[in-house]
């Protein structure tokens, strides 16, 4: 995919097979807030660790998670890269960048964030999270302040 197209994590997924969809399919499917078909992604002692070393071991505990830091939020997807290792395990990596609200109604738009995910045997292992989320609020409350 080229990093000039920006597409929503699903169709990103329409244009990928094997890990690289598997993980936008997630990706598409906690930004419904479909739960029970994020799961059917993970491997069910998946981890995932977000900003600031915060792990989580369930995806509904993920969305309570992020209700407190976002009215509602999404990803442009702007590139998907793949690394296998000899063992069958798929690195991929989802970069992009994340829209929506905070949760006084504010629009955001253009964070820069990185999502990557250990596949094995067909399911997520392990999903980390890096964004300027935490930046880009600081930033929002000093112009606010000013």
Known sequence: MSSEAILSPALAAERHDGPKALALRYLAAMERRDIDAARSF???DA???FPGGVRRSDLAAIV???SGRYRNIAKHIERCD?????????????LGSLYGHWPDG????GIR????????????????V???SGEARLAAQ???AG
């Open 42 to 44: 993970v491997s069910a």
């Open 47 to 49: 981890a995932f660790i």
């Open 64 to 66: 309570s998670g992020s």
């Open 82 to 94: 793949l690394c296998e290792s000899a063992d069958g395990t798929a690195i991929v990596y989802v």
């Open 106 to 109: 504010t629009a955001f738009s």
């Open 113 to 128: 964030f990185v999502d990557r995910f250990e596949i094995a045997g067909g399911s997520i292992q392990r999903q980390e």
């Open 130 to 132: 890096w964004n300027d």
């Open 142 to 144: 000093a112009q606010n």
